[in-house]
């Protein structure tokens, strides 16, 4: 082909011929944060599944506990088998409840408190499994746009100096260097958008599913209270009485 011919020729800049066309960092960036998108749309799915799970089961246990079963019937029903979310609440709160009146009632004085230490403590590992890798799409996020950025930057230093050994400065000689360059940032940002808006999408939804539990577990410190309330009083009116 003779030189016309071959500056005539059509250029490929399909995603592949760019990919494949770009320097070795180049390429390494865009693999990179290919991953980075891959891994940040499964933690997406992984955690909606989980949160819409979640939210079916505080469902069903919030209908069954206000039904008027017997907590004691719930409580054996549960306490045999894995269990999380206002599950988990109850049965921690449940089980430090009939320790405390296995021993005679000596140490129900600060049960009270208790209760709600243990709660506290199960529904904090609950919110650290519920947000669990979330931090990842927030490091997806804020960190592809820069990484793109990079390969970007990496791509045209490379342009120009191939520019500057042909010592030829027509567009169709730039072009393609450049939209390698700058196919980097576009991958960065593919990666990125949606890993923002999942990320404060779930964190949300973890927030909300949180905030039942602790309403859960103040609603049920209360009836427990109740309960500690009315076993006290009348040993207290028998010490009195002796």
Known sequence: MTPVEVAQAPL???FWAMFWHAHLVVKLVMIGLVAASIWCWAIIVDKTLLYRRTQAAMDRFEETFWSGQSLDELYRNLSNRPVADM?????AAMREWKRSFENGGRSVASLSQR?????????QREAERLESKLLVL???GSSSPFIGLFGTVWGIMTAFQAIAVS???SLAVVAPGIAEALFATAIGLFAAIPAVIAYNKLQADAAKATGRLETFADEFSAILQRQIDERMTPRAAHEMAA
Do not use: G
Request: glycine share 0%; charged share 20%; proline share 0%.
């Open 12 to 14: 490929d800049m399909s």
């Open 87 to 91: 599950s988990a609440v109850f049965v």
């Open 115 to 123: 209760i709600d230490k243990v709660v506290d403590v199960t529904i």
């Open 138 to 140: 927030a490091t997806i």
């Open 167 to 169: 010592k030829n400065t």
